[in-house]
């Protein structure tokens, strides 16, 4: 829903933490969860040094998350809960993933792109139900990963938190 963005954001900040640059992960350098080719692209620049990418700031990456995750999962018109699980799933994963994800709940074909078909297909579904199946699921696209070893234990912690917060929303609608 368009009141949970700010709360959204604020838990997915949490979630994702400050700079790091592991080489163990695929996504590279990255600070408050967005990784430096994802900030290449959404400033349309050609370089970006490592002190930039330290000084990102929540106001320099609240315009990719609402655009490039919220807005692709329609965050807006999700239910309250529905929102932050598919959004957070989205961060973490991708939003075609996340899309593609939900369209297998509901039963709709998935082409990871979240529409009006989708949305009326959300709509006959209950919100606990569908925040519990998105759960499942990601969780077990995570253990399928061969990184399960090395960032399972995390993404567990995370998927399970991000659950339990999603159930929260939906309770307060």
Known sequence: MTINFNQCFEWLLINEGSYVNNPEDTGGETNLGVTKKTYLNY????NITPKDMHDLTKQDVE??????YWDAIMGDSLPSGLDW?????AVNSGPARASEYI??????KPDGDIGPVTLA???THETDTLIKDIYERRQRFYESLSTFKVFGKGWTKRNKHTEEQAFQLAAIE
Do not use: G, H, M, W
């Open 43 to 46: 400033c349309e620049k050609n």
């Open 121 to 123: 297909a959300i709509a």
């Open 103 to 108: 369209q297998d709940s509901v039963s709709v």
């Open 85 to 89: 699980s598919l959004f957070d799933f």
């Open 63 to 68: 315009p990719i998350y609402r655009t490039e």
